[in-house]
């Protein structure tokens, strides 16, 4: 069992939210190497629940 990937997916989906504020401060000093492309718009269709709220949430963290 890896230890770290279950970590990983609780911090995911902000069960652990202190330890997402320690992976943005770690990552804060690394360069950005990944080339993002701007889609324009996006439909989300059904963010009333859970899922869809945190869907929009990444989404407009992003762009």
């Not at 652990?16 to 804060?28: A, N, T």
């Not at 963010?47 to 407009?60: E, H, M, S, Y």
């Given at each position: ?38 889609m ?11 899922v ?12």
């Amino acid at each position: 069992m890896k230890i770290g990937r279950i970590i990983e997916t609780l911090a995911y989906f902000e069960v652990l939210p202190f330890f997402k504020c320690f992976q943005k401060l770690f990552r804060f000093n690394q360069a950005k190497t990944e080339t993002t492309k701007n889609m324009g718009k996006i439909l989300v269709v059904g963010a009333t629940g859970g899922v869809g709220k945190r869907v929009v949430k990444i989404l407009l963290e992003n762009n």
